[in-house]
């Protein structure tokens, strides 16, 4: 309609007609760019909000699990340090707690990772939506570092947790796992993650076998240096996580909304 009309002013020379009738078409083609951009940033808008909120939701549960990791940890790093000081003969424990102690000085954590969100945002090349800054680039380290995957590391392949599983029988291993061994634990449960390892427990097996593990223990002539790398191993990382990385502890702890 409009193109016949142009070209119906265009015959008759009817020049301010043909100025209003691209007039008309550059306002509309205009209009239309306009209404199109405003929608797109409408989208993207509205696609920066969810992946925001999701994003949030995530780095919450990554800071609980950050910081239950830490807990964990002073729990082995405890134990540890109980069985050093009963070897020196600084401290007096029964076979059984020492036992236990040196059991949970094997221990290790490893925690689900909680990183949907933020792979979805990378594949897509959509991780720029999140405005928030501190938000982005803790997320950012947080998901690339590879401190939780060597701390987990370092435990499960530790000298100490194989001359341990190698000095003591398969029934007081069974009951140490069962009655002593890690607590589960809700996520977002920060009450629950204190003393998650380091508990009051007994172990229902013969006294007999328990003397026999302790025994076995205290007579490897590996065991304490072992444990004294492990301790030192345990001590770096939870520098690592407290001391080394204050920044990232303490945004987490602010998008946790636990800043103090």
């Known amino acids: 309609m409009l193109l016949r009309r142009v070209i119906e002013h265009v015959k008759n020379q009817q020049w301010t007609a043909i100025c209003i009738d691209l007039f008309i078409v550059i306002l509309g083609v205009f209009i239309g760019t306009q209404v199109s951009n405003w929608n797109a940033e409408w989208e993207t808008g509205k ?13 919450r549960l990554e800071a609980w699990g950050y910081e239950s990791l830490i807990e964990y940890y002073k729990d082995v790093a405890l134990n540890a340090d109980r069985t050093l000081a009963t070897m020196e003969g600084e401290l007096q424990l029964s076979d059984e707690q020492f036992v236990i102690s040196a059991y949970r000085a094997t ?21 720029g939506l999140i405005a928030d800054q501190k938000l982005r680039e803790t997320a950012i380290i947080v998901f690339t570092s590879p401190l939780f995957d060597e701390i987990s590391a370092d435990g499960q392949k530790s000298e100490y947790r194989e001359i341990f599983r190698r000095a003591v029988s398969k029934d007081v291993q069974r009951e140490l796992q069962k009655k002593c061994g890690d607590l589960y634990v ?10 998650s390892l380091d508990y009051p427990c007994k172990l229902d097996v013969p006294q007999e076998k328990i003397s026999a593990a302790a025994k076995a223990l205290r007579a490897n002539e590996n065991f304490v240096p072992s444990l ?7 001590e770096t990382a939870l520098a690592n996580l407290q001391d080394y990385n204050p920044v990232i502890f303490n945004n987490l702890q602010e998008i946790a909304g636990r800043k103090k």
Do not use: C, H, W
């Open 47 to 59: 696609k920066a909000a969810v992946f925001s909120e999701r994003l949030k939701t995530d780095m």
């Open 107 to 127: 221990q290790y954590k490893y925690n689900d990772r909680y990183r949907a969100t933020y792979d979805e945002m990378v594949s897509t090349g959509t991780i």
């Open 186 to 195: 809700n996520p977002l449960d920060y009450k629950a993650i204190v003393k």
């Open 228 to 234: 004294q790398l492990r301790y030192a191993d345990i």
